[in-house]
Structures are given as C-alpha cells and as structure tokens.
C-alpha cells in the first residue's frame, strides 16, 4: 500500500461522505473486509479523486449518474449527500435526474427522486 496515497484518500473520503460514516467503516472492517477498505480508500479516493485534472463537484455530478445507472441506489444516495457536500444545487441535481432518467431509465430516475426528496427533507429539518 502506498501510505501517502491511503493518508490523501482517506483524508478525501472524510470530506465527501462525513468523518463519521468513513470513521465507522473502517472500525467495523475486520480482517476479511479491512484489505478492501484500505484498497478502496487508496485506490478510489486516493488515486481517483486524488486526480485534480476533475474538481470535486464535477467528480460527484458524474459519480450520480454512473452510480444510478448502475442502480446501487445505498451507494446513491451516499454520493447525492456527498455531492451536497460538494456544492451541487438543488437545480443542478433536478437536471441531473432528468439526465439519469433520460439515458438510464424512469424506474432509475424515479428511485433517485425519491431518495433526493427524502434526503432534503432531513436536511431542511436540521436547517
């Protein structure tokens, strides 16, 4: 493993998902999933979104719709915060749902809708 690349990933990682939710993940790993943490934090948050050529915003925009298209709708709505996090609009995410449901299917965007609807109402309740 590359150390530094883990230390940047991780560091990435905590700021897009929340320090809690990667906190957690890596204290529940244990010795059969815990390579795949570090894999996962080293690889995909260190080494792909370590890649500056992509601001963060524009990662999370694509991140949406690949995640949709692939309808791991858990790993979705983790990114649609994530991409809150990240500065993405309300108007930007509604344009990226017509996009999912235009080119990944309505019972995709409709999911996502869904989620996106549930996910504002508990960010206005705490607002």
């Known amino acids: 493993m590359d150390k530094d690349r883990f230390e940047s990933g991780l560091a990435k990682r905590k700021s897009v998902l929340g320090a809690a939710y990667v906190e957690k993940a890596l204290e529940q790993a244990d010795d059969f999933s815990r390579p795949f943490q570090e894999m996962m934090t080293e690889f995909c948050w260190g080494f792909g979104w370590g890649d500056e050529t992509l601001d963060p915003k524009t990662r999370s925009m694509l991140n949406l719709t690949m ?36 080119y990944a299917g309505v019972p995709a965007g409709v999911e996502c809708f869904r989620i996106a609807k549930r ?9």
Do not use: C, K, P, Y
Not at 77 to 92: C, K, M, P, Q, S
Not at 119 to 127: K, N, Q, R, T, Y
């Open 67 to 102: 995640i949709a298209a692939l309808n791991r709708m858990h790993e979705w709505e983790l990114h649609l915060r994530g991409a809150i996090t990240n500065g993405v609009t309300r108007n930007e995410l509604r344009a990226i749902l017509h996009q999912i449901a235009i």
């Open 119 to 127: 996910v504002f109402a508990e960010l206005d309740a705490v607002s």
